[in-house]
């Protein structure tokens, strides 16, 4: 008999707002941020083995050049998780890469939580015997954020995070990504340093992303793709995260699908996803 497949969805993460505080004396930044997730992102599947061997393949329109060992998240994620365990299962694992890399919706730290909340089921771990946030926190500023995949407003390095009452489940979006990419070190880099304001979440539609600037610096292709989607009339149309997907939500899905269908035949070599948020 087969062992069987356990799958999950690595959301993709938005920023719907970004706002940069301050640059702190380690180098990190002080964020306010209200992240939330779309219901499509990559793949991850898994199956168990016995032998305590963790194995990754990777495949997608968007895996080319991705390491399969500890330089990948998910075998970080994997590795950190058997330790803290003290595990002897293993696992084969796929993951199908469809988001764009560096591209800022949080592919890897996505894929990371994916493969946390895959391996919980997968090994039949309790939560509640490890501490899971901590092996979160020690795999990347987003991953905590990802792993719910929910609505939450994050500061500090984006490691604290709160429940907001805010439901946007089923708000259509569109993303888009002229295919470049936008390395996130030079883009925080390349901030101006100046503080813009705090970001109230239950008002993000009139907040910012204050890393669009610098990292229109770097690929000016970002102005374009915002153009293109401000010409849309969505709701609001922003940079995510350190770029260069931006978004549009929209009020409809039908509306949506004709601006996702308008752009597709003006760049065609542009990357662009419809979905919804969660």
């Given at each position: 008999?087969?062992?069987?497949?356990?799958?999950?969805?690595?959301?993709?993460?938005?920023?719907?707002a970004l706002h940069v505080?301050?640059?702190?004396?380690?180098?990190?930044?002080?964020?306010?941020?209200?992240?939330?997730?779309?219901?499509?992102?990559?793949?991850?599947?898994?199956?168990?083995?016995?032998?305590?061997?963790?194995?990754?393949?990777?495949?997608?329109?968007?895996?080319?050049?991705?390491p399969t060992d500890e330089?990948?998240?998910?075998?970080?994620?994997?590795?950190?998780?058997?330790?803290?365990?003290?595990?002897?299962?293993?696992?084969?694992?796929?993951?199908?890469?469809?988001l764009p890399v560096a591209?800022?919706?949080?592919?890897?730290?996505?894929?990371?939580?994916?493969?946390?909340?895959?391996?919980?089921?997968?090994?039949?771990?309790?939560?509640?015997?490890?501490?899971?946030?901590?092996?979160?926190?020690?795999?990347?500023?987003?991953?905590?954020?990802?792993?719910?995949?929910?609505?939450?407003?994050?500061?500090?390095?984006?490691?604290?995070?709160?429940?907001?009452?805010?439901?946007?489940?089923?708000?259509?979006?569109?993303?888009?990504?002229?295919?470049?990419?936008?390395?996130?070190?030079?883009?925080?880099?390349?901030?101006?340093?100046?503080?813009?304001?705090?970001?109230?979440?239950?008002?993000?539609?009139?907040?910012?992303?204050?890393?669009?600037?610098?990292?229109?610096?770097?690929?000016?292709?970002?102005?374009?793709?915002?153009?293109?989607?401000?010409?849309?009339?969505?709701?609001?149309?922003?940079?995510?995260?350190?770029?260069?997907?931006?978004?549009?939500?929209?009020?409809?899905?039908?509306?949506?699908?004709?601006?996702?269908?308008?752009?597709?035949?003006?760049?065609?070599?542009?990357?662009?996803?419809?979905?919804?948020?969660?």
């Amino acid at each position: 008999m087969e062992p069987p497949v356990l799958t999950e969805t690595a959301h993709a993460k938005l920023n719907l707002a970004l706002h940069v505080r301050a640059r702190r004396a380690d180098g990190y930044h002080e964020l306010e941020s209200l992240f939330a997730f779309c219901a499509d992102g990559d793949g991850l599947s898994g199956t168990l083995r016995e032998d305590g061997e963790i194995a990754l393949r990777v495949e997608g329109p968007f895996a080319d050049g991705l390491p399969t060992d500890e330089r990948n998240l998910v075998m970080r994620a994997a590795h950190a998780l058997q330790a803290a365990t003290g595990g002897h299962l293993g696992a084969d694992l796929l993951l199908e890469k469809r988001l764009p890399v560096a591209s800022g919706i949080g592919g890897g730290s996505a894929d990371a939580a994916a493969a946390l909340r895959l391996l919980v089921r997968l090994w039949d771990v309790r939560p509640m015997e490890i501490d899971f946030p901590a092996i979160a926190s020690a795999l990347g500023a987003d991953v905590p954020a990802c792993l719910g995949s929910a609505t939450i407003f994050g500061s500090g390095v984006g490691d604290r995070l709160e429940t907001i009452d805010l439901d946007l489940a089923e708000t259509p979006v569109l993303l888009v990504n002229p295919l470049i990419a936008c390395p996130t070190g030079p883009v925080f880099g390349g901030w101006d340093g100046i503080d813009r304001g705090a970001l109230d979440p239950l008002a993000w539609a009139r907040g910012r992303n204050d890393l669009t600037a610098s990292a229109m610096a770097l690929v000016p292709e970002i102005e374009d793709v915002l153009a293109v989607l401000r010409a849309q009339l969505p709701q609001v149309a922003r940079m995510s995260g350190s770029g260069a997907t931006c978004f549009a939500v929209f009020a409809s899905e039908a509306e949506r699908d004709a601006a996702a269908d308008r752009i597709i035949a003006d760049h065609p070599d542009w990357w662009v996803m419809t979905s919804l948020l969660r």
